[in-house]
């Protein structure tokens, strides 16, 4: 039997490839996107979407409406795939209140609104809700203050929807993945060291190594170094969850996210600061 599936984010990297492989194993998908471009490169990358819907998470207020309405003219949902995030970059001192504010109003209020929009739906299908977190839910790194805010946010925000609808048969679920051979890697990157070449002679004497190291460990995970994944190989994480008879509360994808979450678990926090200060050149 197909599933009707939401999937939040399904233009991006890991999103598109959820849909590709829940569309191509016959399951009902309505998609999400931001805008009509990204529409439109759904279309043409995945076929059999059966509906597309724009829908912007920088108003988690109209995200939950919205979404509210979407769900009330489906027959039925059994699944809802959280993909969408945005990858804030910059030193936490560097980095405006209206960055925080944002990235906060995207990867995590948008979050908790998709739950609030879809849980009586859920709840009548004995459904399953999955966030896509982060390694940086769990481990906090230099450059990502907001980014690592969200993710951290966000997972604390699951477990306590977990708790609260234990017993409903639906299952909360997150996949906390390292990095991903993604455009938005490609795209932080590039920004990088554009912020870099900006900046004033006494924020780069505080900061310079940190972008250069961010810089690096980014091209090296891109470049397939590292441990790192691919779309198809977090999407295959989440599917796995999603089909589990009893699925996990949590599934790590990623040899780098097993690595570093493995450290974070066996050392103090002075040890991973010293360990990631070797990573990014402090």
């Known amino acids: 039997m197909s599933n009707t599936v939401l999937v939040v984010g399904a233009a991006g990297g890991i999103g598109m490839e959820v849909t590709r492989q829940l569309v191509a194993r016959g399951d009902k998908v309505i998609a999400t996107v931001l ?33 509210r309405a979407l769900v009330a003219g489906l ?27 944002r990235t906060l109003e995207i990867n995590t209020l948008s979050g908790i609104a998709v739950f609030q929009a879809t849980l009586d739906a ?30 951290y946010a966000l997972e604390g925000a699951a477990d306590v929807m977990r708790q609260e609808i234990a017993g409903t048969g639906v299952k909360v679920i997150m ?23 900006g900046l004033m002679p006494d924020q780069a004497a505080r ?11 980014a091209q090296a995970g891109y470049d397939g170094q590292g441990g790192g994944s691919t779309p198809d190989q977090v999407a295959a994480v989440i599917l796995g969850a999603l089909d589990a008879d009893d699925p996990d509360t949590r599934y790590i994808a990623g040899q780098d996210a097993q690595q570093l979450l493995g450290a974070r678990a066996a050392m103090g926090d002075k040890e991973v600061d010293a360990m990631l200060a070797g990573f990014f050149g402090g």
């Open 35 to 67: 805008d009509e471009a990204q529409a439109a490169q759904l279309a043409g990358d995945v076929p059999g979407v059966a509906q597309t819907v724009l829908l912007r998470l920088d108003d988690a207020d109209a995200a939950l409406e919205q979404v």
């Open 207 to 217: 900061y310079g190594t940190v972008y250069k190291g961010f810089a690096a460990a």
């Open 122 to 151: 859920l709840r009548a299908s004995k459904g399953r809700l999955l966030f896509i977190t982060s390694m940086s839910g769990k481990i906090a790194m230099p450059f990502l203050a907001a980014y690592t805010a969200s993710k």
């Open 75 to 101: 027959e039925r949902l059994d699944q809802v795939v959280v993909c969408a995030a945005i990858g804030t970059i910059g030193p936490a001192e560097l980095t405006t209140l209206a960055s925080y504010r």
């Open 175 to 197: 996949v906390e993945p390292g990095g991903v051979r993604t455009p938005m890697v490609s795209d932080q990157i590039a920004l990088t060291k554009k912020m870099e070449s």
